[in-house]
């Protein structure tokens, strides 16, 4: 008869409990970034319907499984799944709530960002730009979601326990996304760190127009005040 071996029945229970939620919430992040995508093109035919302008940007590129890129105007927003699984840090404050404290698991989240680039960089190849995570969208096993960002994408979506995705709610986040890339203008850099540019540099703006260029934001997402709470 076999000794009971606790090792195996720990691995066993993480396999059967941990690992499977983990891979449940990986399957529902994909479909409802799928969504994001379906309902994206959707707004943007709608937009196109009353901007009637073959100058303005207003398309989507499917760059596969993972990611999306939406040229509107002069900016781009890039929609990437991340292929992974994340616990809040443990001193997050959601930690002290009710629905976390009654089930852990529902601490864990899959996560779609938003990023917002010129789009020119990406038209003229200018691999030195700067680009800013301006949302994240965490959705976890009980398909409840809730988004940190900048804007009203810092405010707007933060109910978790009572919040769940469809196609409405989804729409606001691509119109909110959109209205905050558009609003924020590229900003002059500051003369000082522009006066002194090396021959390269000259060279580089002579054939390429390559300069480093961004939308000057002023933040860091990591340490931000409106970080998931």
Same mark, same amino acid.
């Given at each position: ?11 066993? *229970? ?9 891979? *449940? ?27 009637? *302008? ?5 398309? =989507? ?26 616990? =809040? ?18 601490? &864990? &989240? ?56 469809? *196609? ?11 209205? &905050?890339? =558009? ?35 002023? &933040? ?10």
């Amino acid at each position: 008869m076999e000794e009971k071996n606790t090792v195996r029945e720990g691995i066993i *229970d993480l396999l059967l409990n941990k690992a499977a939620m983990k891979q *449940d919430i990986a399957d529902y992040s994909e479909k409802v970034f799928d969504r994001f995508k379906v309902v994206m093109l959707d707004e943007l035919e709608t937009l196109k319907k009353t901007v009637d *302008d073959t100058r303005v940007r207003m398309k =989507l590129e499917d760059k596969g499984k993972h990611e999306f890129r939406v040229s509107i105007g002069s900016d781009v927003l890039v929609f990437q799944l991340h292929r992974n699984v994340f616990k =809040l840090p443990d001193e997050n404050p959601l930690w002290k709530t009710p629905y976390l404290e009654e089930n852990g698991a529902n601490g &864990f &989240f899959g996560m779609i960002n938003i990023y917002n680039f010129l789009a020119e960089s990406f038209e003229q190849n200018r691999i030195n730009d700067a680009g800013y995570l301006i949302g994240r969208v965490y959705l976890n096993h009980e398909e409840k979601f809730i988004v940190e960002g900048k804007g009203q994408l810092g405010f707007l979506f933060r109910d978790l326990e009572n919040s769940k995705m469809n *196609d409405d709610i989804a729409r606001h986040i691509l119109q909110v996304s959109m209205a &905050f890339a =558009l609003e924020f203008d590229l900003v002059t850099p500051p003369y000082k760190t522009v006066q002194e540019i090396s021959v390269r540099q000259i060279q580089m703006i002579s054939s390429d127009l390559q300069v480093a260029t961004g939308k000057r934001l002023g &933040f860091k997402f990591s340490s931000d005040e409106n970080a998931v709470y």
